[in-house]
């Protein structure tokens, strides 16, 4: 079983920067795409933010681009996402995200389809 971490969240002013981080644990395994997505107050859906694949190519909203920037570390299993320049409208819970897929190393079962891994979530607030 694969388990994603996130840290990094918390409260800060408009125009302020916070840089979360995901980190994946498990056995046996790889990541195709890592991604970071968030779910608003009152929204019932969460939105795609940003995402990384395997290779490294990137993809972002529309409203953060130019203020979000997301890397990630192959080796380490660990996706990071810059935010700078937030705005109220950041303001949400930020969840990590990873498409995983087992390796034969894994055992039975190694040869499912990927799958997607959710974080716990971590709480972004941008407020005076």
């Known amino acids: 079983q694969v388990q994603l971490v996130e840290s990094g969240g918390g409260l800060v002013q408009p125009g302020g920067s916070l840089r979360l981080s995901c980190a994946a644990s498990?056995?046996?395994?790889?990541?195709?795409?890592m991604g970071w997505y968030r779910q608003a107050p009152g929204k019932e859906e969460r939105e795609l933010v940003a995402a990384v694949s395997s290779g490294g190519s990137t993809n972002y909203a529309d409203s953060v681009k130019g203020r979000f920037t997301i890397s990630r570390d192959n080796a380490k299993n660990t996706v990071s996402l810059q935010m700078n320049s937030l705005k109220p409208e950041d303001t949400a819970v930020y969840y990590c995200?990873?498409?995983?897929?087992?390796?034969?190393?894994?055992?039975?079962?190694?040869?499912?389809?990927?799958?997607?891994?959710w974080g716990q979530g971590t709480q972004v607030t941008v407020s005076r």
């Open positions: 498990g056995r046996s395994f790889s990541i195709n795409t």
């Open positions: 995200n990873a498409e995983i897929k087992y390796l034969p190393s894994y055992g039975s079962g190694w040869d499912q389809p990927p799958f997607g891994a």
